[in-house]
């Protein structure tokens, strides 16, 4: 599907952003949400996490940038057919990326159904 606009897919991610419980939203420590159009090394990746999930942080952990997590908006409508699709997997994108920051893996999140 063509991708939608900017300020309609990053409203999206807020929506996505609110289905995550308060708990674990509590918990997301030093950490962004961008929304971009695609990953210029990996055009078709969906979305990325960058940064030192709270597993991987130690005592020495502290005055760093904040960990980013991306949103590739055309890579999402590229394999989207319906807007309902589009919403859809920027819910499982968002919760797949923000469950790296707690130091879950890609294994891992595909046992749980967040391929």
Same mark, same amino acid.
């Given at each position: 599907?063509?991708?939608?606009?900017?300020?309609?897919?990053?409203?999206?991610?807020?929506?996505?952003?609110?289905?995550?419980?308060?708990?674990?939203?509590?918990?997301?420590?030093? %950490? /962004?949400?961008? !929304?971009?159009?695609?990953?210029?090394?990996?055009?078709?990746?969906?979305?990325?996490? =960058?940064?030192?999930? @709270?597993?991987?942080?130690?005592?020495?952990?502290?005055?760093?940038?904040?960990?980013?997590?991306?949103?590739?908006?055309?890579?999402?409508?590229?394999?989207?057919?319906?807007?309902?699709? %589009? /919403?859809?997997? !920027?819910?499982?994108?968002?919760?797949?990326?923000?469950?790296?920051?707690?130091?879950? =893996?890609?294994?891992? @999140?595909?046992?749980?159904?967040?391929?």
């Amino acid at each position: 599907m063509k991708a939608l606009p900017q300020p309609v897919f990053e409203a999206l991610v807020a929506d996505a952003l609110d289905q995550v419980p308060p708990e674990l939203m509590a918990l997301l420590d030093n %950490v /962004v949400v961008l !929304v971009e159009d695609r990953n210029p090394e990996d055009p078709e990746l969906l979305g990325l996490y =960058e940064g030192f999930a @709270l597993t991987e942080r130690g005592w020495d952990y502290g005055g760093a940038l904040p960990d980013r997590i991306m949103i590739y908006r055309e890579a999402i409508c590229d394999i989207c057919e319906t807007e309902e699709e %589009v /919403v859809e997997e !920027v819910t499982i994108t968002v919760v797949h990326e923000i469950a790296h920051h707690f130091g879950i =893996e890609e294994d891992r @999140l595909h046992e749980l159904g967040w391929g």
